[in-house]
């Protein structure tokens, strides 16, 4: 094999690898971005919503699936395992995050900076209302990590700051195996 058919990465330090993952997740958000802002354009604000949700659906699936994949885990790890995978989302290259254990049976997860919250405030623009499709978002990439977890909004644009974190989840287990669903949004087990 010639060295211009070599991996292109395999010549390059870990700094620079690490740059390019962060180049990266940065380019997703992007395009996430624009994707959406062009789809505003076209159909207004509550379709966007609508259809961003419907990705983010399946991308959090996908995502938290690859993860596990990357890292042999199997579903059903419980809460540390989706402590583990939080940390390795795109989201994590771009955003400042944080964990916290309440209780041995919650994990709490505060956006503590948010580059497209940020973003907007630098440009004098509203929050984002992400709220809608971040309970999605979440709901799902937890459900794909342990079926079992239950994921509740504290806070999220456009509900007000309360606390120094742009939005802030609390994922749960039951006491006992259960296969309860949750509902639409988030924020009750389905017929609890």
Known sequence: MSSAEQDPLAELSKEQVV????????NWLAHDGLWFQAVE????????????????????????????????MVPGGGLEALER??????YARVNE??????????????????RVQEARLR?????FPCREVGVVEYTEFARA????????????PPDPRKAPAWCIWEFTLPDGPS??????????PVGG
């Open 85 to 90: 995978a939080l940390r390795l989302r795109l």
């Open 19 to 26: 740059g390019l993952l962060d180049d990266a997740a940065k």
């Open 41 to 72: 354009r076209r159909y207004g604000l509550e379709t966007a919503i609508q259809l961003d949700a419907e990705a983010w659906s399946q991308f959090s699936t996908v995502e938290a699936q690859r993860i596990m994949r990357r890292l042999g």
């Open 145 to 156: 990590i342990d079926p079992r977890i239950r994921t509740r909004c504290v806070q999220c």
């Open 123 to 127: 440009k004098g623009l509203p929050d």
């Open 179 to 188: 296969d309860e669903a949750v509902s639409p949004d988030g924020a009750t």
């Open 97 to 114: 995050q944080r964990t916290l254990w309440p209780n041995p049976r919650m994990l709490r997860f505060e956006m503590t900076a948010c």
